[in-house]
């Protein structure tokens, strides 16, 4: 195995334990809404939400860099440069995020100053970290980039696949330096910020998984690399090319031009498309291989990314992307119920799809099936697609009651949480995240036992993967 | 060159990046134009001394804000650089505070608490008026951010972030300022249910 392979472990087996701390600080964030005064005075739902969202887009990023880590040095056909530092980067990216989720939980605010937000809390969503771990982070990913980088000047030998990845690095690392300024004016902090959020967690990311499923599709089912690259240009063509304007639908509101509704509605319209042809092709690749895998949990991963993204992303963005209907849609459960599905879809299942596909690399197994990771799945998609369907019902209320009827002040506001459909909305939200937790923890174990409980490669299996 | 060739798609994907992100260029400039503080969409940050309301109008088919006469806040009109000086303090609360993530400002957050783009002109202010006895809106809001748990009127009360005079006289400005952003009518009807009764 390659040190780089090795330090893809670590990096995997990290995402692994910061996806428990998401779905714990999650369940913490819905119980809010049942009990208000939970932890009033000691622990308030802004950090809970913190902790929840900020350490999602650790996972995954993690779950990226591991999966890449992984494949990488298999494309190469040899260890990635600078893997020593890359090794102990990760270190140094564990501990600075052990260090912002203690004073996060401890310290939760500053005064108005710049020590607030060098050393406490910057306070934009998503990019709550303080400046010091951004610039961590900005170092990691640039050691990341390195090691891409350098590997292929190395070896001269770039791939389909690695060309795309090395591009996106570019976008991945420059849109992230958007993570440090505290711009006065709402409006311009919010525009700049989109370009972050947008542009790097709905643009660069896709492109990142798009890659990862790329390699993902050549080692589960044999797909030849010709395939599979055509498959991801069109995928970049189709996602960048409606994306990069699609960015447009969150500029309606925030004190941009009135252009923006018609560019940004029409663009994000289309942005299902990429998501319709990747569901496209991954049931002619199942359909193809009669669902036949050497890796039953690996491919049904997959076909839950591709789903799920295009449900989550494609169909429940469409839902609220038209400037008309997300007058009233945005800013309410609404958009929760759209941001679940789409993180889920689009990038959680493909981060756990490698999973087990390093899993079976790992334990050298010819085939990988088993019993624990059915109810592990089942669990984890009932659980949120349970919570995604709550925070709509929770979420059509809210925009019925304090948007379209109440005008969205302070009393509006009230009335719609009150409202009995949202409430029974959130109670319903609080049940299907713990049915999601309990698929946590059968994951976890599944992925810590998978192959080693029981035989797996049994004659049937063998017969059935030989038909 | 086919459908099924790569290398078409590797063309199609190269020049539509470069294309889209061309025009998304030429739109950014535009837009920070008018998002900038005096722009056709953002007004300066002098516009806390004006009277601020946010009215339907007809032609463009939503609500707009309008701005009217002389209104000082704390009954004190500040010059451009002192305007400045309170707006930037306000967000570094708003900011250092997180109150993105319970409250949503242009409807961007985190839902848990009020949307405070139009904060400054919520009913609800006559209310804490009446209850913390102060003269106007915004001593009533100055109050309330020092000491909300103790000020609370709903279920779901905010929590005491200790918000000095200071910081909360900042946030004031903050809300007002943006209150006379245009946002091409988000968030719709506001105060609407409330004028009617």
Not at chain 1, 208 to 227: D, H, K, P, V
Not at chain 1, 313 to 332: D, E, R, S
Not at chain 1, 424 to 440: H, K, Q
Not at chain 2, 57 to 81: C, M, Q, T, W
Request: with cysteine; charged share 10%; proline share 3%.
């Amino acid at each position: 195995m390659y040190r780089s392979q090795q330090l893809a472990l670590k990096y995997l087996t990290a995402a692994v334990a910061l996806f428990g701390i998401m779905t714990v600080a999650g369940v913490i964030s819905a119980y809010y809404y049942i009990n208000p005064d939970f932890l009033f005075g000691i622990l308030h739902f802004n950090i809970a939400k913190i902790l929840h969202i900020d350490t999602m887009i650790i996972w995954l990023l993690m779950g990226f860099m591991g999966a890449i880590y992984w494949f990488l040095p298999e494309e190469f056909g040899r260890e990635l440069v600078g893997i020593r530092l890359a090794e102990i980067l990760f270190y140094v990216f564990c501990a600075a995020v052990a260090v912002v989720a203690v004073v996060f939980i401890t310290v939760q605010y500053g005064n108005s100053n710049e020590i607030a937000l060098w050393f406490i809390n910057q306070g934009r969503k998503y990019v709550e970290a303080p400046r010091w771990a951004a610039i961590g982070v900005v170092v990691v990913m640039a050691v990341f980039a390195y090691n891409v980088l350098g590997t292929a000047y190395v070896t001269g030998k770039v791939t389909g696949i690695t060309a795309v990845l090395m591009i996106d690095l570019v976008p991945l690392l420059v849109l992230y330096l958007d993570a440090f300024p505290a711009i006065s004016n709402m409006s311009a902090d919010l525009f700049w910020w989109w370009w972050l959020v947008h542009l790097w967690v709905e643009a660069t990311w896709e492109v990142l998984i798009g890659c990862i499923m790329a390699w993902t599709l050549m080692q589960l089912l044999g797909t030849s690399r010709r395939i599979v690259e055509l498959w991801l240009y069109i995928e970049v063509a189709l996602v960048l090319g409606t994306g990069i304007l699609g960015l447009g639908h969150h500029y309606f509101w925030i004190g941009t031009p009135n252009y923006w509704l018609t560019i940004g509605g029409l663009f994000s319209a289309l942005e299902p498309l990429p998501l319709l042809g990747m569901v496209i092709h991954a049931v002619y690749d199942a359909g193809t291989h009669h669902m036949k895998t050497t890796n039953r949990p690996a491919f049904y991963w997959m076909l839950a990314e591709a789903f799920g993204n295009f449900l989550g992303g494609g169909v429940w963005g469409f839902m609220i992307t038209l400037p008309q209907v997300n007058l009233y849609a945005h800013g309410t459960q609404w958009t929760v119920s759209h941001g679940h599905f789409a993180f889920w879809g689009a990038y959680a299942c493909g981060v756990l799809s490698v999973f087990y596909l390093v899993i079976q690399k790992l334990r050298g197994l010819a085939y990988l099936e088993g019993t624990l990771w059915k109810w592990s799945f089942a669990a984890l998609n009932l659980g949120l697609v349970g919570m995604v369907g709550a925070l709509l019902v929770s979420g059509f209320a809210q925009a019925f009651v304090e948007r379209a009827i109440g005008g969205s002040t302070h009393e509006a506001f009230m009335l719609g949480q009150e409202n009995h459909w949202f409430v029974e909305g959130m109670i319903t939200r609080f049940i299907f995240g713990l049915v999601f937790a309990a698929g946590y923890v059968a994951l976890v174990w599944d992925l810590l036992t998978i192959g080693k409980r029981t035989p797996v490669l049994t004659a049937a299996g063998v017969a059935g993967a030989a038909e | 060159m086919h459908l099924n060739d790569p290398a078409f798609w590797r063309a199609g994907a190269i020049s539509t990046v470069a294309i889209m992100s061309v025009v998304l260029i030429m739109l950014t400039i535009d837009s920070l134009a008018a998002i900038s503080p005096g722009g056709s969409n953002v007004p300066l940050y002098t516009v806390i001394n004006q009277h601020i309301d946010y009215k339907f109008d007809e032609k463009r088919g939503n609500d707009v804000p309008v701005i009217g006469g002389p209104e000082p806040l704390f009954g004190k009109a500040v010059d451009a650089a002192a305007a400045e000086a309170l707006i930037d303090k306000g967000k570094m609360v708003i900011q250092s505070r997180a109150c993105i993530d319970c409250h949503t400002f242009f409807g961007n957050g985190a839902y848990y608490a009020p949307d405070l783009t139009k904060a400054w002109l919520d009913p609800a202010w006559e209310t804490w008026q009446a209850i913390t006895g102060a003269a106007t809106r915004e001593d009533a809001m100055v109050k309330f951010l020092m000491n909300p748990e103790t000020n609370r009127i709903s279920t779901r009360a905010m929590p005491n972030l200790g918000i000095t005079q200071q910081e909360a006289e900042a946030v004031v400005a903050y809300l007002k300022w943006m209150a006379a952003v245009d946002t091409n009518g988000f968030p719709p009807n506001f105060g609407h249910m409330q004028s009617k009764q």
